[in-house]
C-alpha cells in the first residue's frame, strides 16, 4: 500500500505531487467523502495529469469532484484552476473574496508574473493560465464551510502571506490545509527533531503582525497536523507554530538592519543575511544536508523572502 493510499484510507486525504519546480516540493490535496472529492489547490496547468491520475488511482472520476479549494491565488498554488476547472464539469470553485476577481480575470495576474519571470518561463512554469466562469466561483469569506458529500470543511481567512489567503480546517483529520500560512517545511530538512519549517515573505504581501496572529489562529484548535503546500502533512505543529513566529521576528530584525546600512546593494545583503540566518536553523535542528546542499534546496526562498521584505520595507516605511 502506497503512503497515499494509506493516508486516503486514514482521512480521506491524498498527497499529491504537483511536479512544480522539483519534485516533493510543490503538493496538492485530494479530499475524498462518500464518493465525492474535493481538491485542495491544483498547482499550474502542468500538474492536471496528476491530479487526474489521483482521481483514477482512488477509483473515481472528474465527474466526482464537487469542489476545488484555494487557499489563495499564487500560481504555483492555483495557475492551473481554470484550465482544471474545464476537466471538472460538476465542480466549483472556492477562493477567498480577494482572489475571486483574479480567477474570473486572470489578466493581471498574468501581466504580472510575465513582467517578472518573462513569457518563455511562464509558459515552461505555468502554462495557460485560463478564466474560471464567473458562475462557478464561489466567494469564501471568513467561516464559509464547503460541504463535502456532508464533511465540512471550514474556511478562516489567515492574512500575513497574502491578503488573499485562507486556511481550510478539516474537522475529520483535525488538521488545516494551510498554503503558505504555516511556512515551509521540506522534507530534506526532516531529522530525528521531526520537520523544520521557515516562513515565506514572498512578494508582494507580507505583513508580519498579521501572519503571527493567523498562526495562532491555526494552533488554536489545538489541531493534530498541518498539510503544507510546500511539502506535506506534519505534525509537532505547536513546536513548528512557536518556531515560526521565533522566525518572523529574526526577519523582521534582518530586514530593518538592513534597511539601516542604506539603500545600496540592499536586496544582496538581504538575501545574505536571510541565508544565514535559515542555515543556521537547519543546522540546530539537525539537518543531515551540507551546507551547499541546503543552499541549493533554499536558494529560491532566500530570493523570494528577500523580495517580501525589500517590498515590506518600503510600504512600512
Known amino acids: 500500500m502506497s503512503a497515499a493510499t494509506a493516508s486516503a484510507a486514514e482521512h480521506g486525504i491524498v498527497t499529491i505531487d504537483t511536479g512544480f519546480h522539483r519534485p516533493v516540493f510543490d503538493a496538492a490535496y485530494l479530499l475524498i467523502e462518500n464518493g465525492r472529492a474535493a481538491f485542495v489547490d491544483c498547482g499550474t496547468q502542468h500538474s492536471i495529469p496528476a491530479l487526474l491520475a489521483a482521481l483514477d488511482a482512488n477509483g473515481l472520476t472528474p465527474d466526482d469532484v464537487d469542489w476545488l479549494i484555494l487557499t489563495h491565488v499564487h500560481l504555483d498554488h492555483a495557475g492551473g484552476a481554470g484550465a482544471l476547472m474545464r476537466r471538472l464539469p460538476n465542480a466549483r470553485l472556492a477562493v477567498h473574496p480577494r482572489g475571486a476577481p483574479h480567477m474570473i ?16 518561463e511562464m509558459a515552461r512554469s505555468y502554462g495557460e493560465i485560463v478564466p474560471v466562469p464567473a458562475e462557478r466561483v464561489v466567494v469564501a469569506g471568513d467561516g464559509f464551510v464547503v460541504d463535502l458529500a456532508g464533511r465540512p470543511l471550514l474556511c478562516v481567512d489567515t492574512p500575513g502571506h497574502a491578503r488573499h489567503h485562507l486556511c481550510v480546517w478539516d474537522q475529520r483529520s483535525r488538521a488545516w490545509f494551510t498554503g503558505d500560512t504555516f511556512g515551509l517545511s521540506y522534507r530534506e530538512f526532516d531529522s530525528a527533531r521531526g520537520p523544520f519549517a521557515l516562513p515565506t515573505s514572498s512578494p508582494v504581501q507580507f505583513e508580519p503582525e498579521p501572519l503571527k496572529q493567523s498562526i495562532r489562529t491555526l494552533l488554536a484548535r489545538d489541531p493534530a497536523a498541518m498539510y503544507l503546500t510546500h511539502y506535506g502533512r506534519v505534525e509537532d505543529v505547536q513546536r513548528l507554530g512557536a518556531d515560526l513566529i521565533e522566525q518572523i521576528d529574526g526577519m523582521v530584525r534582518i530586514a530593518r538592519a538592513a534597511a539601516q546600512a542604506g539603500s545600496e546593494d540592499l536586496h544582496a545583503r538581504l538575501t545574505a543575511a536571510l541565508a544565514d540566518y535559515f542555515l543556521a536553523r537547519a543546522g540546530e535542528h539537525g539537518s543531515a544536508l551540507s551546507e551547499a546542499q541546503a543552499r541549493d534546496v533554499l536558494a529560491v526562498d532566500f530570493e523570494l523572502n528577500a523580495q517580501g521584505l525589500e517590498v515590506w520595507l518600503a510600504r512600512a516605511g
Open 105 to 120: 480575470d486572470p489578466s493581471r495576474l498574468v501581466a504580472g508574473a510575465t513582467a517578472v519571470y518573462g513569457e518563455a
